[in-house]
């Protein structure tokens, strides 16, 4: 089975308009470790993630996996957190597929371009929070390009600030 793992700059940004159910547009299950739920501290983002977490059987791992020293090493890092743990994820689901599992996609949400670049070595598929609502348009037929623009002004409205390019971009790419 896929997993997908979502860091905590999509969290944020999708948990601050009350947009997660977004997230449900990607086929896998999805993982959200403790440690990142634990950065998603602003309101109303940890509210929603939780409910959204509840709701939805989002799971909470990795925990020793058994690849938490080549994440380390990977990332360079001394100590597990958020970031590590993200990529244990994706080394402990690219490495332990079986052969029934080997075209089950792997898949980092994450606006961080140091994790997204070191998941896609890996052999993951990522995207960012924009790409999230891209998806989202591209496979509900219930959510139309309109609504996706209005979704990219309010999370770039909340924080997540856009260039002029990568805005039209969003935009551009939902119709």
């Known amino acids: 089975m896929s997993r997908v793992f979502v860091g905590a700059t999509t969290l944020v940004a999708l948990g601050q308009v009350g ?5 449900d547009s990607f086929a896998g299950r999805l993982a ?3 440690s990142v739920r634990a950065e998603v501290t602003a309101e109303p983002a940890r509210t929603n993630l939780d409910r959204f977490r509840s709701e939805n059987g989002v799971d909470e791992g990795p925990v020793d996996t058994g690849w938490h ?3 380390l090493q990977v990332l360079g890092e001394s100590e597990r957190n ?3 743990d993200l990529i244990e994820g994706v080394l402990a689901t690219v490495e332990e597929r079986d052969d029934t ?3 089950s996609p792997v898949g ?9 670049t070191v998941a896609e070595g890996l052999g993951a598929t990522v995207t960012g929070t924009f790409g999230v609502v891209v998806r989202a348009a591209a496979v509900d037929r219930y959510f139309s390009a309109s ?3 209005r979704v990219v002004r309010r999370i770039d409205s909340h924080g997540t600030h856009l260039t002029g390019e990568m805005r039209e971009q969003a935009v551009g790419a939902t119709e």
Not at 19 to 23: D, I
Not at 111 to 116: F, H, I, T, V
């Open 19 to 23: 947009e997660l159910q977004l997230l």
């Open 32 to 34: 959200i470790p403790e």
């Open 69 to 71: 020293d080549e994440a």
């Open 82 to 84: 958020s970031d590590t």
């Open 101 to 103: 599992d080997r075209d």
């Open 108 to 116: 980092l949400i994450s606006d961080d371009r140091r994790l997204r």
């Open 147 to 149: 609504q996706a623009k």
